[in-house]
């Protein structure tokens, strides 16, 4: 259905512009995005193999390396968004034009875009990743002739993507989940087929899998390296039944009663109350379609039921996945708003008349929903441009009052004691943004300064990139015992042809 899928792209481009524009035409650049301005960080180490791959054909394709480049980087995520979008709308057949545009408007809005947009140097190639990983679980999902090249094919592009980026697990597999749900409300296949499809689907998940971890095996034994501990990427597969059944505790606990003000908090503010609406609406669909399943048979309708129960589990399982969560991690829950559209298109009332009205109250259900997204992904936007600004002229004073030192040479090397653990009662805190959540923006205006890449930040927004002295190797000297912390008076002193600044 083309039409569909250029108001699923349409609407996810546009909004998408509209709502990440401030990230996309201004350069906001700190924390892992200002140590990696011209690189793409880690990658087989963290299992992300290939994305690995990605960055060497990058390198050869343009020869000159990586570049966090904001309009480029983000244009190219908001068409990945914009297809995945299209591509969705357009496999279930959704009828609704205004409900295709809105299901791109709220995947582009949803707020884990807006903490990867804090991420630019890295950002294209997750969102390439989403749109490998909504292609490969289509392709798993296909029926007809020549199904089992495009399962195969889908095996591959979903085990490639994972390469890239592992938090879109949940995706594939509520893609999967919402593909059964669809059969069991329209499909016409015997108990017996659907349940031999559901075992060659979950075939296909496990090969996906596979093919991620034999391709994170072969490229760790060929660069000769071994898995990081971050967010329990070395501990992956390794927890106990115990652990794994608490953590499906979580994953349930999380979709019916968001924790607030978690760094994986997706509905804040009046959101949490419209998303309790549009899982009532869930929750009323669901059954609706049951009721009207039981009347053709009762085990689908039964089965329909069981499959409606693991949605919860579908869009959470990176809470099973790993017990360190944060706002990157969670896109699999915009795949609740996904099921509500498709049971808002499929669902037949007893009443004609109700159908276009739940259609209606449904779209203007999620526009408010965008509406909220895209004032907060701008408040987010608006904090880290003040306090970028605020830093970068902060930083711009410790380097003047450096040079100002009596004695300065530009050949004396630097030690900054204590640099991570700033104080600076002066310092102007914008409390207004203190609700703000998400990762990269939940700190206040201490934890911006004291992030662990305020070299780098110091370095490529103040141009000071002095020669340093480990800081450990002066600390315990007693005239730097002795010196007041920055930014009193004598907290910089040049000590044994060292330029100390004590924090």
Not at 153 to 162: E, F, K, N, R
Not at 214 to 239: H, R, V
Not at 418 to 440: A, H, V
Request: net charge neutral.
């Amino acid at each position: 259905m083309p039409e569909v899928f250029g108001y699923a792209l349409a609407g996810a481009f546009c909004c998408g512009l509209l709502t990440h524009g401030m990230a996309l035409f201004n350069k906001l650049s700190w924390h892992d995005d200002i140590f990696s301005l011209f690189m793409t960080g880690t990658t087989v180490k963290l299992g992300r193999w290939m994305l690995h791959v990605i960055v060497e054909f990058e390198k050869w394709f343009y020869g000159n390396g990586q570049f966090s480049i904001p309009a480029v980087n983000g244009m190219y995520s908001l068409v990945c968004i914009g297809l995945s979008a299209g591509l969705l709308v357009s496999h279930w057949r959704i009828r609704s034009r205004s409900l295709s545009a809105l299901t791109g408007i709220m995947m582009a809005v949803f707020p884990v875009i807006t903490g990867l947009f804090s991420f630019m140097f890295t950002v294209h190639y997750y969102m390439l990743s989403l749109l490998m990983i909504v292609g490969g679980s289509l392709l798993i999902c296909a029926k007809g002739k020549a199904a089992w090249g495009k399962k195969l094919a889908g095996v591959l592009l979903c085990g490639c993507a994972v390469g890239i980026y592992q938090a879109f697990i949940p995706i594939m597999l509520m893609i999967i989940l919402i593909d059964v749900i669809m059969d069991l409300i329209q499909g016409e296949e015997k108990v017996s087929t659907l349940l031999g499809r559901v075992l060659i689907l979950a075939l296909c998940v496990a090969g996906a899998m596979g093919v991620y971890f034999a391709g994170s095996q072969y490229f760790l034994w060929k660069e000769n390296l071994q898995l990081d501990s971050y967010m329990g990427i070395s501990e992956m597969g390794t927890a106990t039944l115990g652990d794994y059944l608490n953590r499906v505790i979580v994953a349930y606990r999380e979709f019916f009663h968001p924790t607030h003000f978690s760094l994986w908090d997706m509905y804040p503010q009046a959101m949490f109350n419209v998303y309790r609406l549009m899982l009532c609406l869930d929750i009323l669909l669901g059954l609706l379609c049951a009721m009207q399943t039981w009347k053709k048979s009762p085990v689908k309708a039964l089965l329909l039921l069981a499959a409606l129960a693991l949605v919860p589990l579908g869009c959470n399982f990176i809470f099973v996945m790993s017990e360190e969560i944060h706002s990157l991690m969670v896109y699999g829950q915009v795949m609740q708003m996904v099921l509500l559209v498709c049971l808002v298109d499929k669902a037949e009332w007893p009443v004609a008349k109700v159908k276009p009205l739940l259609r209606r109250g449904t779209a203007l259900l999620m526009a408010l929903g965008g509406i909220m997204y895209f004032r907060y992904d701008n408040q987010c936007y608006l904090k880290a441009v003040f306090q970028q600004q605020e830093a970068i002229s902060w930083n711009t004073t410790l380097v003047t009052r450096i040079e100002s030192i009596e004695g300065f040479r530009d050949e004396l090397p630097v030690a900054f004691v204590n640099r991570e653990n700033m104080q600076d009662r002066n310092l102007y805190n914008l409390t207004e943004f203190d609700f703000l959540s998400i990762g990269t923006y939940d700190n206040n205006i201490q934890g911006f300064m004291n992030d662990w890449a305020w070299k780098s930040f110091m370095e490529r927004w103040c141009g000071f990139g002095p020669q340093m002295v480990d800081a450990q190797l002066v600390e315990n000297w007693p005239e730097v015992q002795a010196m007041p912390s920055y930014p009193d008076a004598g907290s910089i002193q040049i000590l044994q042809d060292v330029i100390v600044v004590k924090f």
